[in-house]
Nanobody, 116 residues
Framework: QVQLVESGGGLVQSGGSLRLACAAS????????MSWYRQAPGKERELVAD????????KYSETVKGRFTISRDNGKNTVYLQMNSLKPEDTAMYYC?????????WGKGTLVTVSS
C-alpha cells in the first residue's frame, strides 16, 4: 500500500540545478519523517538528507550541505530535494525513503546524471 514515486531526475551540466520530488501515498505522511538517499554505480547507498514530519528538523550529508535543500509539503504528500551547484560526483540514482513500524520503504528511484 505504501507508495513512493520519485520524479525530476535527468541530465544536467556541472553547476546546474534539478528539483526532485517524491509523491507519497498509503500512509500518514504528515507524521512521518522522510529521507532522500542516493546510490552511484559500485558504491553503497548513502543518506543525502532527512526531514522531520513537520519540516522543522533537517539533516544533510556533509557532501551536499550548502548545495541541496530538502523540504516537504504535507498538504501535497510530497517531499522535495532542490539540488544546486551540481557536480559530476552527484551522479546517482536518488531514492525516497520512509520507515514505518520497523519496515523501510523505497521508491524506484530517479536518475540524476551530471556531466562535466
Amino acid at each position: 500500500q505504501v507508495q513512493l514515486v520519485e520524479s525530476g531526475g535527468g541530465l544536467v551540466q556541472s553547476g546546474g540545478s534539478l528539483r526532485l520530488a517524491c509523491a507519497a501515498s498509503g500512509f500518514t505522511f504528515n507524521t512521518s519523517p522522510m529521507s532522500w538517499y542516493r546510490q552511484a554505480p559500485g558504491k553503497e547507498r548513502e543518506l543525502v538528507a532527512d526531514i522531520s514530519s513537520g519540516g522543522r528538523y533537517i539533516k544533510y550529508s556533509e557532501t551536499v550541505k550548502g548545495r541541496f535543500t530538502i523540504s516537504r509539503d504535507n498538504g501535497k504528500n510530497t517531499v522535495y530535494l532542490q539540488m544546486n551547484s551540481l557536480k559530476p560526483e552527484d551522479t546517482a540514482m536518488y531514492y525516497c525513503n520512509v520507515r514505518r513500524y520497523g519496515i523501510t520503504y523505497w521508491g524506484k528511484g530517479t536518475l540524476v546524471t551530471v556531466s562535466s
